[in-house]
């Protein structure tokens, strides 16, 4: 997948996704992701940095754990929005950075929740302290579960 919203918005570089992932990602960066930049800045987004796709990993790249969603090209990690105007908007400054760059980088996060299974950001954990990781995965006996973090 190397775009989004009809190809107006990169992906760069090129993300390996699983298909049900393509029309969630798109469906995320056209229906929150452009509005919020949109709304925050005045400014529609360009291009999102893929910091991570398809990998034959375990979860967090620990040895002898579980095996990641990015393993099953059922996860993507988002660390940086470029926008139209040149603005930089990156996880890792942007988090804890001035309010307009707060205020965009949560409501992206949030709006994901509600098109992901999971949405794990800043507050989860260091290990995405500088990326949103966003995938398809089933959670919980009945597979309904979202988390969302
Ligand atoms: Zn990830």
Known sequence: MSGADGGRV?????????????PAVDHWV?????????YHFGAGVSELTVAASY???PI????GAKLSEHGHANAIDISRF????????????GWWGDARERAF???????????FTTVLGPLY???HRDHF???????????TNRVCR
């Open 125 to 127: 954990d260091r290990n």
């Open 30 to 38: 056209k229906s929150v992701v452009e509005p919020a930049a949109r």
């Open 60 to 63: 967090n790249h620990v040895r």
């Open 82 to 93: 470029s926008l139209a105007d040149g603005r930089v908007v990156a996880v890792k400054d």
């Open 55 to 57: 990998g034959c990993r």
């Open 10 to 22: 990169v992906l760069r570089p090129a993300a390996t996704l699983r298909c049900p992932m393509i």
């Open 133 to 143: 990781h966003l995938d398809l995965a089933h959670h919980g006996r009945s597979g």
């Open 105 to 115: 980088l949560r409501a992206v996060h949030r709006g994901a929740c509600d098109t």
